[in-house]
């Protein structure tokens, strides 16, 4: 069954309505110029739900802060970190998954991936925008058909309700799509979800 993750939460009380629907994967992004931004507390979440932090070029000291205060489990690199920042990290931190992200355009170009295959845990597609992510816009999937990995993917990019079925049609086949990463498509504003349509697209996939 594949995965959900809810991304760039913020509000403590829309964290705690999304954590009731049970996602595998909620994220909160620590990366200052996003206006989904997290600076505050976070209510407790089930230990069933993975928190992932996402970051964007930052460095090691500022991803080893926001570890340890929000005690996350796994790290998602948002921005242009080599495999060797990733080496670095998965040395200081083996028992956190890591997660790297890569745009993606008109083209999609896998084998720059390779040297990533051995320092991350999963690789995240997202669709190549003006921002580090949240545009809000769907990339051409069908690129991904000549994806020549086995590592498992996070499918990202403007995904919402109306996704659903090509999303089925997607997982039918032998892409290894792992998880549904879902932002800004279900929000009122940016990094307050709306949770019924969460729920909605939550139980498509359940």
């Known amino acids: 069954m594949v995965k959900i993750k809810v ?16 996602p595998d994967y909620m994220g909160f992004i620590f990366y200052p110029p996003s206006p989904r ?11 069933t739900i993975q928190k992932v932090g996402v970051f964007v070029n930052a460095s ?3 991803i080893e802060e ?23 990290l998965k040395q200081a931190y083996p028992r ?10 008109d083209k999609a170009h896998f084998e720059p ?34 994806y020549p990995y086995k590592q498992p993917i996070f499918l990202s990019g ?9 999303i089925k049609a997607l997982l039918s086949t032998k892409i290894p799509i792992f998880a549904l990463d879902i932002n800004s498509k279900f929000e009122t504003s940016p990094g307050e979800k709306e949770v019924a349509r969460v729920r909605e697209f939550i139980k498509h996939f359940q």
């Not at 991304?7 to 049970?22: E, F, Y």
């Not at 926001?66 to 690199?77: A, D, E, H, M, R």
């Open 60 to 62: 090691l000291q500022y």
């Open 37 to 47: 931004f997290c600076s505050g507390s976070l209510p407790t979440l089930p230990d």
């Open 113 to 146: 991936l390779a040297p990533y295959l051995s320092v991350t845990d999963y690789f995240l597609f997202d669709t190549k925008g003006a921002n580090y992510g949240g545009n809000g816009t769907v990339f051409n999937w069908d690129l991904l058909s000549n």
């Open 158 to 166: 403007g995904i919402g309700l109306s996704e659903i079925q090509p």
């Open 7 to 22: 991304c760039g939460m913020r509000q403590p009380q829309n964290i705690g309505d999304i954590a009731a629907l049970n």
């Open 96 to 105: 956190l998954a890591i997660i790297k992200a890569f745009a993606i355009g």
């Open 66 to 88: 926001k570890i340890n205060s929000y005690q996350l489990n796994t790290l998602q690199l948002h921005g242009d970190e080599s495999a060797a920042f990733c080496q670095q």
